[in-house]
Every structure is written in C-alpha cells, then in structure tokens.
C-alpha cells in the first residue's frame, strides 16, 4: 500500500501562483510514475501533468508553459508548480502515484483562481 499526502491549494488571483506537494509513503516501488489530475464542477477528471521514476514527463495542452512537474526522489515528493494561473484552472488537483499494479490516489486540494 501507498499513502499520498497533498498540500499547497488555496485561493489565488488570476496570474499568480501555487506549488502542490504529495509526498508518498508505504511501499514504494523503484519503476513508478506520479501525477496530477484535477476535477472541476461537472466535468471528468483529467490529467495535468505526469512524471515517471525515468525522469520522463507529459502534460495537458492547457498547462504547458505554465505549469512544471518535477520530483524529489529521495523524498518520494511530486511537486507541481502553477504559474500564470487562470479561473479555468479552478478544481481539485489529485496526486496519483502508479507502480507495475495499479494507482493511487490522495485526497485532493482544492485550487481556487478568481478574476
């Protein structure tokens, strides 16, 4: 089992910025992947941005240039950085952590951008 703890959300103006954290605990395995997803009112869940244990990385069109992924491994922490933020980026951002077997997730941070 792997346990995902997220912080960092919060309400912030149009244009400015936030990093989330996840940091992972449990039984990690060496060949992973993590990532964020968010959910907005009505709409599915999609992924915003991925980071595998190789150093590979994807992100959604509506980010890139924005928003950067980056990890620290020894702490088994994803961090994802929010620049130039918009009202559409309003959801809740979900960590996920993925190994050969299958996902997890967190609880979720709220992200608020108000005009």
């Known amino acids: 089992q792997v346990q995902l703890v997220e912080s960092g959300g919060g309400l912030v103006q149009a244009g400015g910025s936030l990093r989330l954290s996840c940091a992972a605990s449990?039984?990690?395995?060496?060949?992973?992947?993590m990532g964020w997803h968010r959910q907005a009112p009505g709409k599915q869940r999609e992924l915003v941005a991925g980071?595998?244990?190789?150093?590979?990385?994807k992100y959604a069109d509506s980010v890139k240039g924005r928003f950067t992924i980056s990890r620290d491994n020894a702490k088994n922490t994803v961090f994802l950085q929010m620049n130039s933020l918009k009202p559409e980026d309003t959801a809740v951002y979900y960590c996920r952590h993925s190994d050969l077997y299958r996902d997890y997730w967190g609880q979720g941070t709220q992200v608020t951008v108000s005009s």
């Open positions: 449990g039984s990690i395995a060496s060949i992973n992947a």
């Open positions: 980071l595998t244990s190789g150093g590979s990385t």
